[in-house]
């Protein structure tokens, strides 16, 4: 599986963007899909993630209520809806897809098989 990951860009705080994760080679079924961030300096975090069935999302508190994931499987494409960005939302960007991840592990990177080469997001003030 090969992950594209695209969409990132400069934008203002309070501005929305939406990332797009495609998946060559298979499609997502079977695959819990993820997005995590690494800001320069700091370790990648975990953002966002639905399981296997595009169900149960789950989320890091920095970003609930201002960021959604979605999945359109006849696509292979994930989306990262971000909104009322902030200048501390600024990092890569990458998506990640897991086989067989169990739900108490779609917020670690072991949870994960493949990952895409990151996208930049940079927030400013």
């Known amino acids: 599986v090969q992950l594209q990951a695209s969409g990132g860009g400069l934008v203002q705080a309070g501005d929305s963007l939406r990332l797009s994760c495609v998946a060559s080679?298979?499609?997502?079924?079977?695959?819990?899909s993820g997005w995590f961030r690494q800001a320069p300096r700091k370790e990648r975090e975990f953002v966002i993630a639905?399981?296997?069935?595009?169900?149960?999302?789950v989320y890091a508190d920095s970003i609930k209520g201002r960021f959604t994931i979605s999945r359109d499987k006849a696509k292979s494409t994930v989306y990262l809806q971000m909104n009322s960005l902030k200048p501390e939302d600024t990092a890569l960007y990458y998506c990640?897809?897991?086989?067989?991840?169990?739900?108490?592990?779609?917020?670690?990177?072991?949870?994960?098989?493949?990952w895409g080469q990151g996208t930049q997001v940079t927030v400013s003030s």
């Open positions: 990640a897809v897991g086989s067989g991840t169990i739900q108490s592990m779609l917020q670690q990177r072991a949870g994960y098989d493949y």
């Open positions: 080679g298979r499609t997502f079924s079977g695959y819990a």
């Open positions: 639905i399981n296997a069935n595009g169900g149960n999302p």
